[in-house]
C-alpha cells in the first residue's frame, strides 16, 4: 500500500513536502493506521510522531488520516482508506504550527484549556469524606468528562485556526461547561463572566466539524450550545 | 475574557442575540415584500408608493434598515476578525464598512421620510 507523508525537519527542510512509502500489508487482517506508521518507521527512522497508549485513551496520536481528523491508533486503515484508491495520507493536525513531520505545537490548545480553569471550585467547607452527587447530577458529565484532549476537534475548526489566541475552542469549551454543569462547582457566576466575550465561545459558528471529527463521538456543538443557553439566562 | 472595542454590543452574547433577532426581523420582512409582490402581478409604482406611504410600512421598513445595519455590522465585524490580521488593513476595512452602514442608513430614512 502507499503511504504518504508529510515530512518537514525545520533544520533541514526549507519547505515542508510529501514523502511516499511503499508499504508491504500482511493479508488477512486489517491493520490500524499507527500499526502502518510503525511500518515505515521500519523503512524510515527519522520518520516523527508522537503515540503512547495506542488505545484511543492518551490522545497523543491525533492526526489528518485522509483528509479528516482522527487517532491513528483506532483508525482501521481499512476505514481510512475506503474510496481513496487504497492510498493513505498522513498530514498533521491542521492549523497549528509543526515541530517536525506529524509532531505539532499544541501550546495554544493548552493555553485555551488552561484558560477555562479545569478543576472544581468549590468555597463550601470541606466535608469530612467526600463531595456527594446524586445519580441525576453525575449523569450530567456524561458526554463531557470523556474528553481525553487529543485536539482533533479544536484543530478541525475553522474559527479555531483563526483566532486561536482568543477563541477558546470546541474541546476546551467542552470542558468548560463540564466544570458548569458540574453540582459540586460553586464559581458558575465567574466562569460564565470570563466566556462572556465576542470570542471565546461566540467565535462559534456552529458548522459541527468537531462533532464530526471526534474519535471518542462527543458534541461540543452541544456542549456550546448549553453554554450560550445559560450566558442567556444571565444575561436576560 | 478577550477584550474588544470594536463589536457592536459590549459582550459577545448582545452580539449574538442582536445577530438572530435582526435575522428574524428581516426574514419577516422579506417574505411580507415577497408576498406582497405575489400578491400584486401587475404591480404599479402607484401601488409600490401606496404601500410605502403608509406608517407602518415606514415603521417596519426602518425597523429592517436599523436591522441589517447591525446584521451587517456584526458579520463584517466577524469576517474582519477572522480573516484580516494586519491591524491597519482591517481597522480600513472596519472603517469603510461603517461608512456604509452609516450611509445606507441616513439614505433609507431620507427615502422613507424625505420630501
Not at chain 1, 166 to 173: H, I
Not at chain 2, 23 to 35: E, K, P, S
Request: hydrophobic share 45%.
Amino acid at each position: 500500500m502507499l503511504v504518504s507523508i508529510y515530512r518537514y525537519n525545520p533544520e533541514k527542510d526549507e519547505a515542508p513536502y510529501m514523502q511516499d512509502y511503499q508499504i508491504d500489508m500482511p493479508t488477512g487482517r486489517d491493520l490500524m493506521v499507527l500499526d502502518v506508521l510503525a511500518l515505515v518507521k521500519e523503512q524510515d527512522s527519522s520518520v516523527s510522531y508522537r503515540r503512547s497508549c495506542r488505545e484511543g485513551v492518551c490522545g497523543s496520536d491525533g492526526m489528518n488520516i485522509n483528509g479528516k481528523n482522527g487517532l491513528a491508533c483506532v483508525m482501521p486503515v481499512s476505514e481510512a482508506t475506503k474510496g481513496k484508491n487504497d492510498k493513505l495520507i498522513l498530514r498533521p493536525l491542521p492549523g497549528m504550527p509543526v515541530i517536525r513531520d506529524l509532531v505539532i505545537d499544541m501550546g495554544l490548545f493548552y493555553k485555551q484549556y488552561e484558560n477555562i480553569k479545569p478543576y472544581l471550585n468549590n468555597d463550601t467547607p470541606a466535608p469530612a469524606i467526600e463531595r456527594l452527587q446524586s445519580p441525576e447530577e453525575r449523569a450530567k458529565l456524561d458526554g463531557l468528562y470523556e474528553c481525553i484532549l487529543c485536539a482533533c476537534c479544536s484543530t478541525a475548526c475553522p474559527s479555531f485556526w483563526w483566532n486561536p489566541e482568543k477563541f477558546v475552542g470546541p474541546a476546551g469549551l467542552l470542558q468548560a461547561y463540564r466544570f458548569l454543569a458540574d453540582s459540586r462547582d460553586t464559581s458558575t457566576e465567574e466562569r460564565l463572566a470570563n466566556l462572556d466575550d465576542p470570542f471565546s465561545v461566540f467565535r462559534c459558528r456552529g458548522i459541527m466539524n468537531c462533532v464530526n471529527v471526534c474519535p471518542k463521538g462527543l458534541n461540543p456543538t452541544r456542549a456550546i450550545g448549553h453554554i450560550r443557553g445559560m450566558l442567556l439566562q444571565r444575561g436576560v | 475574557m478577550v477584550a474588544s472595542i470594536t463589536n457592536l454590543g459590549r459582550s459577545g452574547l448582545y452580539d449574538w442575540v442582536i445577530q438572530r433577532l435582526t435575522a428574524v426581523i428581516l426574514a419577516v420582512y422579506t417574505l411580507f415584500l415577497l408576498g406582497f409582490v405575489i400578491a400584486h402581478p401587475d404591480l404599479q409604482y402607484s401601488d409600490w408608493q401606496q404601500l410605502f406611504a403608509c406608517t407602518a410600512m415606514k415603521i417596519a421598513t426602518l425597523l429592517a434598515l436599523i436591522s441589517i445595519c447591525a446584521h451587517g455590522w456584526i458579520g463584517m465585524w466577524t469576517i474582519a476578525t477572522d480573516y484580516i490580521k494586519p491591524t491597519g488593513f482591517r481597522f480600513l476595512f472596519l472603517l469603510v464598512t461603517a461608512a456604509f452602514v452609516f450611509v445606507y442608513l441616513v439614505w433609507g430614512i431620507d427615502i422613507l421620510w424625505g420630501a
